[in-house]
């Protein structure tokens, strides 16, 4: 249906059935993209909350002992003047940051790795029948650029203090590069591997169709998963 030209009649039958399609893929990447979170939270001992569109984990013991120095010596830090337990931070913060990179990129490598699969089963088995899940999935590195442009929209809004945000921005601050480096990289590459993925598989008539719909059904499935379901708990 994505690559024939579609009769009257077929167009809303197409319109509808490809906005279901994108709740049900809204769903989908959220849950597969916390779940990421969820295991290497797991894995590294913090106890987390799978929630339906974000992971909560308790404090470790790291995390208190951190909190505790910085309570302690907090003008000296400030300062930046020396302190007894400074080595200490420092070699806590380092363990911090590489736990929170962990973490964070989990869940972004589960969504670029699922987005990829999806990508390759166009490019190569277009034609197959089973394909047009594929394809779907490889939307899911839309979510780089989503992210992207809706933090810089939110920063000239005055609305974010950030020109950058999300998961991608926790990324360069925990490894330390530029704030830029990790929303830009992956919001670039998200951003061609959809359209590329776009263009191979939906027919040119059908394209500004598939947009529309693409855009409702997306906007449903962040209505009712997040504002419906997302603070529920489930693990």
Not at 71 to 98: C, S, V
Request: proline share 2%; glycine share 10%.
């Amino acid at each position: 249906m994505f690559n024939i030209n579609l009769k009257e009649g077929e167009r809303k039958y197409f319109f509808f059935k490809n906005a279901f399609m994108f709740v049900a893929s809204f769903i989908i990447g959220v849950m597969t993209h916390e779940y990421g979170h969820y295991v290497m939270a797991k894995f590294l001992g913090y106890n987390p909350k799978f929630h339906f569109s974000y992971v909560s984990y308790d404090t470790t013991e790291f995390h208190k002992e951190f909190e505790n120095i910085y309570e302690q010596y907090k003008d000296e830090i400030i300062e930046g003047a020396d302190f007894p337990l400074k080595e200490r931070r420092i070699e806590l913060m380092r363990k911090l940051n590489k736990e929170r990179f962990l973490i964070v990129s989990s869940g972004v490598f589960t969504t670029a790795m699922i987005g990829t699969l999806g990508f390759l089963v166009v490019l190569f088995f277009k034609s197959k029948p089973y394909t047009i899940i594929f394809f779907y999935l490889s939307l899911f590195w839309l979510r780089m650029p989503f992210n992207l442009c809706l933090s810089i929209m939110l920063y000239g809004l005055g609305i974010t203090n950030f020109i950058y945000g999300g998961d991608e921005l926790k990324l360069s601050i925990s490894s330390g590069v530029s704030l830029g480096v990790f929303p830009i990289v992956l919001g670039v590459l998200g951003g061609v591997i959809s359209c590329m993925s776009f263009l191979i598989f939906i027919k040119k008539s059908n394209r500004i169709l598939f947009i529309a719909s693409g855009i409702l059904g997306g906007g449903i499935g962040a209505i009712v998963w997040f504002l419906l379901f997302g603070n529920v708990s489930f693990l």
